[in-house]
């Protein structure tokens, strides 16, 4: 049973199963050749399989940590045949991943307790910050909040200009400055802006590419720093975008910017168009940050939830 039930409607599976359409290809390939012609799973069957699942993407310690539950499973049952193999995969799969009801929220809901609740969204540049901002924006607006966006990536004109559009598209508020001014000073207006106006979520852009990485760093603790002298304990939520699409690279640049900053929420963006949607499961075994969010495209409604069950029923639909 999926945990969000009817929450996840027909239309979000849709958009799912489309979504991962090319992952979902390669993947299977992969598996259904390493057991091609096998009528039980032998160490032979084991290590073809996992030569398939590093092959697409899934990362050497989480594939090794699958391969060791079925190993188990196979010592468990001597005769299990490649016919239920899928079945196992699946539960093995769906069993080490954390996701969104790992979170301290559900669906697109934020804690009633935290108010304003300040999401800082970070990661580098171009994998997808902004137009998921936008795209969260329009979910949190529908379902009854009101939400502001802060631009506090001030590093090039263009960014400020690209959520002012989105905050038209959907119709929300944004708090902005001009190009190059203090990003940490549009963080101060921003929450500000939003404890006068009572708003329920703020989320807030930065910068994905600065001066160089040390300068990206202090950047994003100075914005931490000056929203929690506003309110204690913001930002409630800092979210680290990740772009599925480039694959094992992403779960690379998630070591690093988790060691250097504190990330509590995870989004891997661009699932659709890629092959490479398997280090979904590498990334969401390995930390212990849930992955929220998973992006299936451009339009404004291709944002949806992570759910483990629904994300792996998905990949092994034929
Ligand atoms: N196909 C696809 N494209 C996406 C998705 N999310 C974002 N994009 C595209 O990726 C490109 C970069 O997205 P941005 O939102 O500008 O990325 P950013 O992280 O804000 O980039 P910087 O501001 O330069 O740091 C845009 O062309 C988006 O339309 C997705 O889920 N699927
Ligand atoms: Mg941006």
């Keep these: 049973m999926s945990f969000f039930g009817k929450l996840f409607g027909k239309k979000e599976k849709e958009t799912l199963d489309e979504g991962l359409n090319k992952t979902k290809e390669g993947f299977f390939s992969k598996i259904t050749k390493a057991i091609a012609g096998k009528s039980t799973v032998d160490d032979e069957v084991l290590d073809s399989l996992e ?23 196979v010592q468990q049952d001597k005769y299990l045949g490649t016919s239920e193999l899928n079945r196992i995969l699946q539960e093995e799969i769906e069993a080490i991943l954390i996701d969104a009801a790992d979170a301290d929220y559900k669906n697109f809901e934020v804690p009633a307790n935290k108010k304003p609740y300040i999401i800082l969204v970070v990661g580098v540049n171009g994998v997808g910050k902004t137009t998921t901002i936008g795209k969260l924006a329009y979910n949190y607006k529908k379902a009854g909040y009101n939400v502001l966006l802060g631009a506090a990536d001030t590093f090039r004109a263009a960014a400020v200009d690209q959520l002012t559009i989105w905050s038209e598209r959907v119709g ?60 204690p304990n913001a930002p409630h939520e800092v979210m680290l975008v990740l772009d599925g ?74």
């Design 51 to 73: 030569e398939a699942l590093v092959n697409a993407d899934v990362g050497i310690d989480t594939t090794l940590e699958i391969i060791g539950r079925l190993e188990k499973r």
């Design 245 to 318: 699409s480039t694959g094992q690279n992403a779960l690379e640049q998630a070591k690093h910017f988790t060691a250097a900053t504190d990330v509590n929420s995870l989004t891997i963006t661009k699932l659709d168009g890629t092959a490479k949607g398997g280090v979904v499961l590498a990334i969401a075994h390995q930390f212990k940050i849930p992955v929220k969010f998973i992006g299936v495209g451009e339009k404004i409604d291709d944002l949806l939830i992570f759910d483990k069950h629904e994300f792996v029923d998905s990949l092994f639909k034929l």
């Design 172 to 231: 929300v508020p944004i708090v902005k400055q001009a190009m190059g001014s203090d990003p940490s000073a549009v963080a101060f207006d921003t929450v500000k802006s939003a404890l006068s106006k009572g708003s329920d979520i703020v989320i807030i852009d930065t910068a994905g590419r600065l001066h160089n990485k040390a300068y990206l760093m202090d950047e994003l603790t100075k914005i931490k720093r000056v929203i929690g002298k506003l309110l």
